[in-house]
C-alpha cells in the first residue's frame, strides 16, 4: 500500500508537490511540453494571421477582427491547457497508487474521452466566467466607440482626442469608474465557483465520471478544502508571474525604452517561447496539487485508505471500484 494514503496538512501536500515534482520532472514536465507545444503553434498561427492583416498598420481596421481572434486564441489555450491538465493528472494518480506512468501513455490517455474532458471544461469556464467576460466585452465596447479608430496602433491619436474631445474621454472614464467594481464582483465569483469546480477534472479522469457527475462531484468533495486549494493556486500563479517576469525581461526592457511603439513581431514571438517555457515547467505544479487534493479529500471524507488497503489484500468495502481505479 502506498504510505502516502492519509490525510494530509496544507504543508504536507505543498511538500507532496514538490517531491513528486521532483522525483519525476521529465514525466510531469514531459506531459505538459506536448501541450504547451501545442499552445504555441495556436499562438503563433494568430501572430501569422496578424502579419496577412499588415500588421501593424492595418491593425487600426481590424479592430473587432483581431479582438475576436485573441478570444478565439484564448478559448482553444484554455482547453488545451485543461487536457493538459488531465493528462498531468492521469500521471499523478498513477504514481501516487504506485503505478507506472510514462509520458505517452498519459498524453493518450485523454484521446478516449476528450469530449467529456471539452465539455466539462466548457461547462465550468462558462459557469465561472461568463460575467467577466461580458464586463470585458463592454469594457471593449467603450473604448473602441469612445477612442479614435487607430488607438492601438497611434498613441498620439489618443492624446489629440483628449484635447479636441474631453467630454467623450470623462464619459469614458465615468464608464470604467462603474465597470471597475463589477469587474471586481465578477472576478472574485469566477475564483469562488473555481474552487468549487478545481477537483472535477481529477474526478472525472480517475473516476471515468461524465461531465456532469465530475462537476457534483467536485462541489462535494471539495467543500472544506477550497481555501487549501485556492492557496495553492494562488503559489502557483506567483511562481508563473515570477517565471513571466524572467522570460519577458527583454519585452518589458523594450518597451520601456520605446514606449508608445509598437512591439515587432519577432520579439512578440519570442515572447510566446517564453510562455511555452513557463508552461512546461509551473504548468504541472498545480496538476499534481489539485490530483493530491482531490484524494486527501476522498480519504477525509469517504476513507479511501482503508478502502484502497483493503482491495490491495484482496478484501472490498464495495461491490466494485471505478474502472480507472481497477485497471
Not at 36 to 45: D, E, F, T
Not at 195 to 216: H, M, Q, T, W
Not at 317 to 325: V, W
Request: charged share 10%; net charge positive.
Amino acid at each position: 500500500m502506498n504510505n502516502q494514503l492519509r490525510p494530509m496538512a496544507l504543508g504536507e501536500i505543498l511538500d507532496r508537490t514538490a517531491e513528486l515534482y521532483r522525483n519525476h520532472f521529465l514525466l510531469f514536465a514531459g506531459i505538459s511540453a506536448i501541450f504547451a507545444g501545442m499552445m504555441l503553434a495556436v499562438q503563433l498561427l494568430y501572430l501569422r494571421s496578424l502579419i496577412m492583416l499588415g500588421y501593424p498598420n492595418l491593425m487600426a481596421n481590424w479592430q473587432w477582427g483581431t479582438a475576436s481572434g485573441a478570444v478565439v486564441e484564448a478559448l482553444v489555450i484554455l482547453m488545451l491547457a485543461g487536457l493538459s491538465i488531465a493528462a498531468n493528472n492521469r500521471a499523478v494518480a498513477w504514481v501516487y497508487m504506485d503505478k507506472p506512468a510514462s509520458i505517452r501513455a498519459a498524453a493518450k490517455s485523454v484521446l478516449p474521452r476528450l469530449r467529456t474532458y471539452l465539455w466539462l471544461m466548457a461547462i465550468t469556464g462558462f459557469r465561472a466566467w461568463t460575467p467577466l467576460a461580458v464586463l470585458y466585452v463592454a469594457f471593449f465596447a467603450v473604448v473602441f466607440t469612445v477612442l479614435p479608430h487607430d488607438f492601438m496602433t497611434n498613441p498620439a491619436a489618443t492624446q489629440n482626442a483628449i484635447h479636441q474631445n474631453p467630454g467623450a474621454i470623462m464619459t469614458a472614464g465615468l464608464g470604467m469608474l462603474i465597470l471597475a467594481p463589477l469587474f471586481l464582483l465578477a472576478g472574485t465569483y469566477g475564483i469562488w465557483m473555481s474552487l468549487r469546480y478545481s477537483l472535477a477534472v481529477p474526478a472525472c479522469v480517475v473516476e471515468d465520471l461524465p461531465a456532469s457527475g465530475a462537476i457534483k462531484r467536485s462541489i462535494q468533495l471539495s467543500q472544506g478544502s477550497r481555501g487549501r486549494i485556492f492557496v495553492l493556486g494562488l503559489l502557483v500563479y506567483a511562481v508563473r508571474m515570477m517565471l513571466g517576469l524572467l522570460f519577458g525581461f527583454p519585452i518589458i526592457a523594450l518597451a520601456i525604452k520605446h514606449p508608445g511603439q509598437t512591439l515587432p513581431l519577432g520579439w512578440l514571438m519570442v515572447q510566446q517561447i517564453g510562455v511555452f517555457l513557463s508552461a512546461t515547467l509551473i504548468g504541472p505544479i498545480y496538476s499534481i496539487g489539485l490530483t493530491l487534493f482531490y484524494y486527501d479529500q476522498r480519504i477525509r471524507k469517504e476513507g479511501f485508505d482503508i478502502e484502497w488497503m483493503m482491495l490491495a489484500a484482496g478484501l472490498s468495502l464495495h461491490p466494485e471500484l471505478p474502472a480507472s481505479e481497477n485497471s
